[in-house]
């Protein structure tokens, strides 16, 4: 009954910004953890952040760090993950989702996932 439903992927140049919003709907999640993952055509699927809703359990992969934020709205159920200074390479389709195991790879089989939001970084 819990579903998560991503948006604010686009098109952008290389340089550019977007961000990406994962509603959570159905009921409340406040005790999982709370992920975004990224997978493009013919790659595995790779972590790129997590968050708890307090805010206190962040993480981010390298390629994010220094250039990806992500936060919450608890109010509205909603995870961010603001991406800046996007390159061709974050090119990928953007999943959210969820758990309470602490999992932070692309091999993670979280508990609840949206169904993805596509980013296109052109050159």
């Known amino acids: 009954q819990v579903h998560l439903v991503e948006s604010g992927g686009g098109l952008v140049q290389t340089g550019g910004s977007l961000r990406l919003a994962c509603k959570v709907s159905?009921?409340?999640?406040?005790?999982?953890?709370m992920y975004w993952l990224r997978q493009a055509p013919g790659k595995e699927r790779e972590f790129v952040a997590r968050?708890?809703?307090?805010?206190?359990?962040?993480r981010y992969s390298d390629s994010a760090w220094g250039r990806f934020t992500i936060s919450t709205n608890n109010d509205v159920n909603t995870v961010y993950l603001q991406m800046n200074r996007l390159r061709p390479e974050d090119t990928a389709n953007y999943f959210c989702?969820?758990?309470?195991?602490?999992?932070?790879?692309?091999?993670?089989?979280?508990?609840?996932w949206g169904r993805g939001t596509q980013v296109v970084v052109s050159p």
């Open positions: 968050i708890d809703w307090n805010g206190e359990y962040i």
């Open positions: 159905g009921g409340t999640l406040s005790s999982y953890t």
């Open positions: 989702a969820a758990d309470q195991d602490f999992c932070s790879s692309g091999a993670c089989e979280h508990e609840y």
